[in-house]
């Protein structure tokens, strides 16, 4: 729970193991969109999760009724869960569950998650669609598991819940850059992402774009990133959620790489700050204690490298079973205070690992009823 | 000649053609580091140049004496020129030619290049070695011709000559950021490369290290981009250049991609500019007329992409014969002023054309003699 | 015009240049499916043909009336030619052409094509729906122009005609076996395919699916390599084309390359024959007169190289304009006679460029007319 | 323990398990070339070993007396094991061990494993070098393990011993091959590979060789592949191994993948067979008992999968842990009986786990001693 300089020779434990598992029977959850990409890992990293079951598979109309495995493309190494695979997948979500994972299109997630909070069950959103609504938390663990508090203005909507995690970009920006907003007060970020093909789902970007190529653009990707940031980092109180003010310039890149979105950043600080503080700040921070409770928190959320030629995408964005966070190269910028390298793996840390982990938070804070 | 706004439908007219040929036969020079990446180059646009005529190949003393033919591992598409097939190659420089094009590595330029000056010979080399030296042209015709009148004082240490072309980076962004310096006062500039394989030479990068990954470090780039991109936008004066005075921070990244170095930048001026401004200034240059004489200077040095997802390596690099520099997504930046991308082609405009074209720019303003 | 033997020293004449143009102004055509990824190639091919003049551009509904620059996502590199840029497309097929260039999917030209050939108009179509039918020429003109004949059966039919190129694989393999299976007697032929992503066409192969990766599986690619190459090596009578009756079992797979098909083939023959034989009757071989005539043909339709790790997609896919086929690796077979590596450009003499010369080869033996 | 019919849906069981542990304390083992490719998975696998335990890590002199963790660039996902991290790498091997892994080049293998077999050490060879040598064993012990017996002859040269393990594409291939030849009779071979970067070790291939391209061509492959099979699928007699007398003919491929190599194979059998008589005796097969006690046998050594676009390398190479091989898309072949594509991992199947799994067949059947 610590952020741990390695240089390629620690051995970090890795792997969040259940630590607070809720008594008696597992969760029952349902999956929606399913089938897709994010769905797929939402399904494989549910099928053994300590806490939750997953009882119902929905996808589109088109699958409705056959069971998972006919209906799925299965694209992840290895095979399908045996408990997934015999499931019948339906069109239409459950509203007998507690909690629902949704994986949806922001379209369908704009119909579809408002009508579930509505009969009460409490839906963890992968879609960008409600993040920036003023009443709706967009909560990473190690962040600002706090926010889930504006849950309570959301209640006097209906009696689910809407709860969002950040898009891919964000979720490893955020982990990297919130213990420095807290000790050095983030001013200015000048990031740019060279992101994996696996960010855009399947069929996503088409070959003949990506081999031996980088697309210089991604269609809301620039507009996304600042906002959600100063979001996660915001300060809440009575009347929500107060934006950090960070001034973020993205440049969005997509790069021939399979998972693991990498950014360089450029950050200027409230005070004058140097590699050896940002190093510092880094090293000596802690998850907070929610966060450590939560079987998807990985031993290390952070992980600062030492090597002066890492994180590299297809080396390091599984460490941590997905959830952890690399930083490197941190070292002093001519322009703003401190540039560095930070990644993670854009389906775990920034989507269905995010959204398991988001759905543990529920478990622990809420109640969740059915 | 000038920076053309186009979206894909234009049709720019392509490639130097000789302008200004010298009167009477081909000028015979030597390319040294003939069987390298950069050398093969060289030698693939030299055969059929309309000033130069390649007379020697040297390379390392293990393939002296073989054919051209039989030392090199030719890597370019399509057969090795016929002219140059059949040359022997040697492993000593000949000091009866003119002008050498030198691709020599950092450590055997800073033995040889010299020797070749103190002989009356004039050097073009394409190594890091001399580039900084106080003395020596660092010089890319459509930026900083006039800077060749440092030779004036290098004159004063040997007869001949040895003037540089930046590096493959520098190259490009340099060509983009001039007409900005010289228009809106360049202050600062943060900048993120892709850098392709080719730029580090064969062997080079381990396919290991490149398939679906990106390597977030190279050797002495980020060091070395400052420092000529503030000598190339410098002022001449008695005294010398007086570097430009811009800070600049660099992050170099290695991508997968064969050829074409591309560059997300975030710059700040010193009066306040727009996108639109930059969009104005690029537009509205016109490549000084000395550079329209040179062959290897391309109908549109600049190019500006309106397409949203362009400028792309594999689908543009080429333009213009690898010597166009592409610029493209030019839109307001968060923190700094304006933020852009800029693609260059790291063999051609950031190597070997260059080196060819600023050869041509020595044969036009230079006495170029035996 | 003939198959010759290079070591990358050699500098075959490339490029076919006009040999025969028709006296006077270029024939109209027009390009059915023109947006596509086949279409794109056909549009820019045609832009400077010696002959042709494409007058009318044909694409789906949802792009008529839009420009050519505006309806098509180009995806070459360069710009688009400038006389394209500016035709308007349309959504149905002109008929007061004389020569249409069809790229159109199987269901569409299913439906199309015999519209055409039924108003009169001489159809070149690159899909594989008619290839097949007994009075539809399948022909290259290097290996077959004989069989044009069939269109003599054909013109029972309506006073047009659809004459057809092979698919991408076939089109490379036949160049290189038809001169063997003349001079030895192909018997048996075992084939592994490796073929680029461009073959699939756009968006096509999901870069998900091809990043560092094979897919060992293409629809329909197996059954139509064996039906085409014996009807294209079979012998024509009054009766029509008596397949060659080769036994032909093929292995066909994606790789994650852009441009060129590399199919490795171990081949057995009537009698006993060696690596010496195929290297010789190979080396000797030469196009017939009237495939010399066209202007899309090759200085060298066949090209032998010598050195052990050649062919290779990247860097010869694109020897004689697309349109030379590379064989290599020719050495002796432990189970059948011989085994080699063949090599050809899937867009240009698998699709677009067969289709063009196919045109010209009409234009040469069979009166067009509007 | 068996060959399972999957179609992405069934769930082996994988890893193998120790079943069968030496009693009490782990044997102590060396491993040769520890900083290579296959010796960073040898490490790897051997760090948490049930039976052995790695006492010394041999490397160049260049490292001699260095840490493991500087004397490494480490490559695999993840840290170096903690415990291989603080060894002291040594560049002699160590005789007091009575087992040791070699992953030496084939000119130190020839001059440092007979030493260490002269002095009483059984070496677990990975190297080509004494592969086809009449008494020493080349073994899977899924496929020959009876082949062990060989030893008897070779301990009449010393005290030790050398057993080898087969080349990366031959380990793969004699898992699926050796069923059928023991029940229908293997005759005829033809095989076109494709194979993974990550199998020509570090620095490797460059990736200027690789990227958007195949070479058909790999150095010694095409010759040990024939012979190594003969000798696997051989049977063993007082007179030594009676090869099996296939005749093989391979198309080695170097394609832009990490990890993985793929085979398409066309097979003809003594009495004729077809596609259904493959699945059945590929499906009925069962691992001897003797694989079964090893911790590094999977639990599925053969896998069949019936989904017709797989295997493939980047989503199958890794099943089993590494020591499955799949098997697909099978069929009937016009050319000889039947044709499938075969899938293994090179550098565990292949390699690193080849040797381990061959050091646990040793601790079995052979009495280890220092």
């Known amino acids: 729970m610590l952020g741990l300089t390695v240089d390629g020779r620690e051995s970090p434990v890795e792997g969040g193991e259940s630590r607070d598992p809720r008594p008696g029977s597992r969760v029952p959850v349902a999956i929606l969109g ?11 990293r549910l099928a053994t999760h300590p806490w939750f ?14 069971k998972y495995a006919d209906a799925v493309r299965w694209r992840l190494p290895g095979p399908i869960p045996a408990d997934a695979a015999g499931l019948e997948t339906r069109d ?29 069950v409490t839906v963890v959103s992968n879609a960008s669609t409600h993040r920036m609504l003023a009443d709706v938390p967009l909560v990473i663990p190690e962040v600002n598991a706090g926010h889930l508090a504006l849950l309570e203005q959301q209640r006097q909507r209906w ?10 970009v964000t979720a490893a ?4 850059l919130a213990p420095l907003h807290r000790a050095l007060g983030l001013e200015r970020l000048v990031i740019s992402t060279m992101q994996a093909a696996s960010g855009a789902g399947y069929p996503g970007v088409p070959s003949l774009d990506l081999l031996g190529n980088v697309v210089p653009f991604i269609e809301g ?47 200027g600080f409230r005070r004058p700050a140097t590699a050896a503080d940002v190093s ?44 952890t966070v690399s ?10 205070d401190v540039q560095f390298a930070v990644l993670g793996h854009n389906l775990v840390r920034g989507a269905a690992g995010a959204a398991v982990q988001l759905g543990e938070l529920c478990a622990v804070r809420c109640a969740l009823s059915a």
């Open 34 to 44: 399913a089938t897709g990409t994010v769905g797929q890992v939402l399904v494989s």
């Open 53 to 66: 079951k997953p009882v119902a598979l929905v996808a589109s109309s088109a699958t409705a009724g056959r």
């Open 92 to 120: 239409t979500p459950p509203t007998d569950v507690p909690l629902v994972f949704s994986a949806l299109s922001a379209q369908l997630s704009a119909e579809v998650e408002p009508q579930l909070a509505a009969q009460g």
């Open 159 to 168: 009696p689910g819940a809407i709860i969002t995690n950040p898009n891919c």
């Open 173 to 176: 920006l955020a982990v990297a």
């Open 221 to 267: 990707e620039e507009e996304k990133i600042p906002r959600e940031l100063n979001k996660l980092l915001g300060t809440l109180s009575d009347d929500g959620i107060t934006p950090a003010g960070i001034r973020v310039s993205v440049h969005a890149n997509r790069v021939p790489v399979v998972d693991g979105h990498l950014m360089t950043v450029s950050a």
């Open 280 to 323: 510092q700040v880094l090293h000596e921070w802690r998850a907070p204690a929610i966060a450590g409770e939560l079987p998807s928190t990985p031993a290390h959320p952070l992980l600062l490298h030492s090597l002066r030629d890492r994180p590299q995408p297809r080396l390091d964005c599984a460490l941590g079973e997905g959830m």
């Open 327 to 336: 930083v490197g190269r941190i070292r002093d910028c001519a322009v703003l």
